[in-house]
């Protein structure tokens, strides 16, 4: 069964940074686009960034500047580095991974932009 499981979320100040990680098992990873989406209470889930199998990457208006994402195909992982967070960054991130038809999503890891 393939997962994707994320790490490295928690609470941090207005300001702070956090490193979020994607382990993916069961897939070719290389091959597959990933991405990170977040969902705030009351909101629609949203996509944060994306990368390419070939490195491209795509990012959200609100986060171009601030995130930055990037994988290590030798350890199937993708990251989110988060830098200059805002209260507004607070949502359950969700990693994903598409290639074709296939779609996997992660369990969500909760960040929370608070003083």
């Known amino acids: 069964q393939v997962q994707l499981v994320e790490s490295g979320g928690g609470l941090v100040q207005p300001g702070g940074s956090l490193r979020l990680s994607c382990a993916a098992s069961?897939?070719?990873?290389?091959?597959?686009?990933m991405g990170w989406y977040r969902q705030a209470p009351g909101k629609q889930r949203e996509l944060v960034a994306v990368?390419?199998?070939?490195?491209?990457?795509n990012y959200a208006d609100s986060v171009k500047g601030r995130f930055t994402i990037s994988r290590d195909n030798a350890k199937n992982t993708v990251y989110l580095q988060m830098n200059s967070l805002k209260p507004e960054d607070t949502a359950v991130y969700y990693c994903?991974?598409?290639?074709?038809?296939?779609?996997?999503w992660g369990q969500g890891t909760q960040v929370t932009v608070s003083s």
């Open positions: 990368i390419s199998s070939g490195g491209s990457t």
């Open positions: 069961r897939i070719i990873f290389s091959i597959y686009a």
């Open positions: 994903n991974g598409v290639h074709g038809a296939l779609v996997y």
